[in-house]
C-alpha cells in the first residue's frame, strides 16, 4: 500500500505562536476650537466642564477668543478649565483636530493644515463640489456629527438636536400665540372651563415625539399625523398615553387643520421634505392660527413655507402666522452645546484611548459611519451620488 504525501512538512505542523496585534498606546489630543462664522450660529462643541475632563486626561485645547460667548461660556471659564484661550485664528486651525458645530467655509479650509482631522456637521444639501474638492487636497480626514451612529443604530446628535428643536417648536408657538406677538390671544395651557388648545403635529418622529410631549405637559389636545404605522405606535408608547393618531389622509388632516390653533411640520424625506399641507389647506385654517415648520431646513412641508431668520422670524399669509427658522436648536444655544458636547467628549476620549482616529474607527462601526474623507479620500457614497465625485469604501482603506 502506497503512502500518501503530506502537502506540510513536520515542522509546519506542529503548533506555531500566533501573532497578535497590539494597539497603539494612548493617544494625546491636541484640538482646536474657532469661532462659529456661520449666520445665526451660536452654539459651540465643547462646554467648560467638557473641556476640563479632556484636559484632565492629559489632552490640550486651544480655543479661539468668545467661541463659546454666544452660547453664554466665557473665556475665563474655559480658561480655569484648563484651555488655552488665543485671538489668533491661524493659531487655532493649525491644530492636529479642529471641532466645529457648522462645517468649515472654503476660506477656513485654506487655514487647515494638511492630514488635520475635521470634526463638524456636513450639512450635505448645503455644501457645494468645490467644499469637497478643498478637503480632497488637504488630504483632511474629516467626521460628520450628524451620521456617527450609537450602540443601538440612532444617531445621537441628530436626536439630541432634534428633542429640543421638538421641545422649542411649542414653546416658540405659545409665544406666537400671545397678543404681545400679534397672536390671537391664545394661552398654550388647560384653564379650567376654558376649551384647550388644539395642536396638530404632521410627523411621529423624534421631533413630533417631543413637541407632543411638551403640548400635552402645557394641557393642550394633540393630534399627531404620520404615515408610518409603526412610527406611531412608537410614539404612543414613547408618550405613554392614548393621543389621537392618523395616518396622512387629507379629510381628516384638512378636518382637525380647520380646528387647530397651532400645526407643527415635522416630517423629512429624503432629498426634500413632502408638501403634505398645500396652500388651499392653510386658507381654511383659523385666522391667528399659528405654523411652525420645523421642516423647513429640508423644504418645509408647508406649501405656504418660505426660510426666516432668528430676527425676522415670522410672516403672515391667509391670515395664518408662519415660523419658518431653519437651525431651531442655536435658539437655545446653551442648552444646545450641553447636548452636543455631552455626545462629543466621550467620542473623543475614546478616539484617545484606541491611540488615534485610524484604531477608533476600526473598532467602532458607529464612528465610521461619520467618517466622510479619509486621508483626502472621499468615502461616503452620499456625497458622491450628491455631487458625483469618485469614492472608496472605507473598509478598503483601514485595515
Given at each position: 500500500m502506497s503512502s500518501t504525501t503530506s502537502p506540510f512538512s513536520k515542522q509546519q505542523l506542529l503548533p506555531q505562536e500566533e501573532t497578535l496585534e497590539l494597539l497603539r498606546k494612548k493617544d494625546e489630543l491636541f484640538i482646536g476650537i474657532p469661532n462659529e462664522t456661520s449666520y445665526q450660529e451660536k452654539r459651540i462643541c465643547l462646554t467648560p466642564d467638557a473641556v476640563g475632563a479632556l484636559i484632565s486626561h492629559g489632552h490640550r485645547i486651544i480655543i479661539e477668543t468668545n467661541a463659546g460667548k454666544s452660547a453664554?461660556?466665557?473665556?475665563?471659564?474655559?480658561?480655569?478649565?484648563?484651555?488655552?484661550?488665543?485671538?489668533?485664528?491661524?493659531?487655532v486651525f493649525s491644530c492636529p483636530i479642529i471641532l466645529k458645530v457648522e462645517p468649515p467655509s472654503l476660506d477656513e479650509i485654506e487655514l487647515i493644515n494638511p492630514q488635520t482631522l475635521l470634526i463638524s456637521a456636513l450639512q450635505l444639501k448645503t455644501q457645494s463640489k468645490k467644499y469637497f474638492e478643498r478637503l480632497a487636497s488637504k488630504r483632511i480626514t474629516a467626521l460628520a456629527f450628524e451620521f456617527i451612529k450609537d450602540e443601538d443604530g440612532t444617531f445621537p446628535a441628530v436626536r439630541a438636536l432634534s428633542e429640543i428643536a421638538g421641545?422649542?417648536?411649542?414653546?416658540?408657538?405659545?409665544?406666537?400665540?400671545?397678543?404681545t406677538n400679534n397672536g390671537n390671544g391664545l394661552l398654550l395651557g388647560n384653564i379650567s372651563g376654558v376649551p384647550p388648545t388644539e395642536v396638530v403635529i404632521i410627523g411621529?418622529?423624534?421631533?413630533?415625539?417631543?413637541?407632543?410631549?411638551?403640548?400635552?405637559?402645557?394641557?393642550?389636545?394633540?393630534?399627531?399625523?404620520?404615515?408610518?404605522?409603526?412610527?406611531?405606535?412608537?410614539?404612543?408608547?414613547?408618550?405613554?398615553?392614548t393621543v389621537y393618531t392618523s395616518t396622512l389622509q387629507p379629510k381628516n388632516l384638512l378636518k382637525a387643520l380647520k380646528r387647530c390653533d397651532i400645526a407643527i411640520g415635522a416630517i423629512r424625506g429624503k432629498n426634500r421634505s413632502p408638501i403634505i399641507v398645500s396652500e388651499e389647506m392653510v386658507e381654511q385654517m383659523k385666522p391667528g392660527s399659528v405654523i411652525l415648520d420645523v421642516s423647513i431646513d429640508m423644504?418645509?412641508?408647508?406649501e405656504t413655507s418660505e426660510v426666516t431668520t432668528h430676527h425676522e422670524h415670522t410672516f403672515v399669509k391667509h391670515n395664518v402666522i408662519h415660523y419658518c427658522v431653519p437651525n431651531i436648536p442655536s435658539r437655545y444655544s446653551k442648552t444646545a452645546s450641553n447636548a452636543i458636547s455631552n455626545i462629543f467628549t466621550p467620542y473623543l476620549l475614546k478616539i484617545a484611548e484606541d491611540g488615534g482616529i485610524e484604531n477608533a474607527i476600526r473598532f467602532d462601526k458607529g464612528l465610521k459611519n461619520?467618517?466622510?474623507?479619509?486621508?483626502?479620500?472621499?468615502?461616503?457614497?452620499?456625497?458622491?451620488?450628491?455631487?458625483?465625485?469618485p469614492y472608496n469604501d472605507a473598509n478598503l482603506l483601514i485595515f
Open positions: 453664554g461660556f466665557t473665556d475665563i471659564e474655559y480658561s480655569e478649565a484648563g484651555a488655552e484661550i488665543t485671538n489668533d485664528v491661524k493659531k421641545t422649542a417648536s411649542v414653546l416658540i408657538a405659545s409665544e406666537l400665540l400671545a397678543n411621529a418622529g423624534t421631533v413630533g415625539e417631543f413637541a407632543a410631549r411638551s403640548a400635552i405637559g402645557l394641557g393642550a389636545n394633540v393630534k399627531i399625523f404620520d404615515n408610518s404605522l409603526t412610527k406611531l405606535r412608537c410614539i404612543q408608547a414613547n408618550l405613554g398615553r423644504g418645509g412641508c408647508f461619520g467618517l466622510y474623507f479619509y486621508h483626502g479620500v472621499l468615502t461616503s457614497k452620499s456625497v458622491s451620488d450628491w455631487y458625483g465625485l
